[in-house]
């Protein structure tokens, strides 16, 4: 498992409460290079070169601190991260486990997965902003809104934060990109969070959505250029689609994942997937997620290692069905 962080990148202590998020989520690329003009002056001027990483990054934290208590004087990309509190618990494990195995399915005007266009080598794989066996200790890494301080600010990561002329801190060109989160209310509803922040780490737009209403916005951002800030106003973040309206309206990951399924057929969740059988599904399961329906009906769910999970980086992939009506029509074999 990837873990972005390690108990030494964080901020002994915690982030110190001097320095402070820029009060102004409305910055716009102009104005973001006028305020950080002199914070880029004084790291010329006041930063050396230092071989230890240690040494460097406590260089780095004392120069974040300095300009922030002064008198006056991104990283680019998009994260898809696992923010439960214990996600090794054998029951949140299984719960997570099966949310992942339903990003695979695409619907309509898509043709993979939906986070295929994070820049990783595993993209269907969530990392954890820190060890999960050090969560007890740092459970201030673990709000969704925090994101932006978690991942930058604790490692002072000057490519990804910069510090205004007034002390406080931004997050260039932040705005431009999305976090894909499974948290806590993940594991009971069955809804990815997709959170966009502003450059001063505010929270500007968010959405808890269905697995499979995720592909057609990254497709829309990755493949067609679309911004954020008018994704969101797409119908696909509606809570019409995605948040559960009634008790049984949500995904229920304590389900076996072929009655997940089946569940939603019903409901007629998944068009146009939703007259597919139960066949139909487990054949599409192993493609995605191979032996995970044995290691199910073992009871081995908390066994079964997420690197076992179909690679998405290499090529897009139909559904079964939707390959042998192609193929059919094309005169082939599948």
């Known amino acids: 498992m990837e873990t972005i962080l390690s108990p030494t990148q964080l901020w002994p202590g915690g982030v110190p409460s001097t320095i402070r998020l820029h009060p102004d989520s409305r910055l716009d690329e102009y104005h973001q290079e006028e305020e950080i003009k002199g914070w880029c002056q004084f790291l010329k001027k006041s930063r ?11 260089q780095r934290r004392d120069l974040i601190e300095k300009w922030a208590c002064a008198d006056q004087s ?13 996600p090794y618990d054998p029951e949140n494990y299984t719960r997570i486990t099966e949310l992942l195995i ?23 794989i969530p990392a954890f902003i820190l060890d999960a066996t050090m969560v007890d200790q ?27 002329r007034t002390g406080t801190v931004i997050f260039p060109y932040l705005i431009s990109y999305a976090f894909f989160v499974i948290d806590n209310q993940s594991c009971q509803d069955g809804l990815v969070r997709i959170l966009n922040f502003s450059s001063n780490g505010q929270i500007m737009q968010e959405a808890r959505m269905r ?30 689609w995605n948040q559960p309206r009634k008790c049984d309206n949500s995904i229920d990951l304590q389900l076996p994942i072929l009655e997940i399924m089946a569940v939603l057929s019903r409901r007629g969740d998944v068009p ?21 329906l044995a290691y199910e009906r073992e009871g081995r769910v908390s066994d079964y290692g997420w690197d076992r999970l179909m690679d998405v980086t290499c090529a897009d992939y139909s559904h079964i069905r939707h390959a042998r009506q192609l193929a059919a029509a094309l005169g082939r074999s599948m």
Request: with cysteine; glycine share 2%; hydrophobic share 35%.
């Open 48 to 58: 050396t070169s230092l071989s230890d990483p240690e040494e460097d990054r406590a």
């Open 74 to 86: 991104f990283r680019d990309s998009r994260l898809f991260v696992c923010l439960v509190d214990k």
């Open 102 to 124: 339903l990003l695979y399915i695409h619907l309509a005007r898509t043709s993979n997965h939906p986070l295929r266009f994070n820049n990783t080598s595993k993209p269907q």
């Open 138 to 164: 740092y459970k201030r890494i673990l709000i969704p809104e925090n994101l932006p301080m978690s991942y930058y600010l604790e490692n002072a990561d000057f490519s990804a934060m910069a510090m205004t």
């Open 211 to 240: 697995p499979w209403q995720i592909g057609r916005l990254t497709m829309l951002h990755s493949s067609l250029g679309h911004q954020w800030d008018e994704l969101f106003d797409r119908p696909e973040t509606s809570p019409r």
């Open 272 to 292: 146009p997937l939703n007259d597919y059988t139960s066949a139909e599904w487990a054949e599409e399961f192993e493609r995605f997620a191979p032996e995970f």
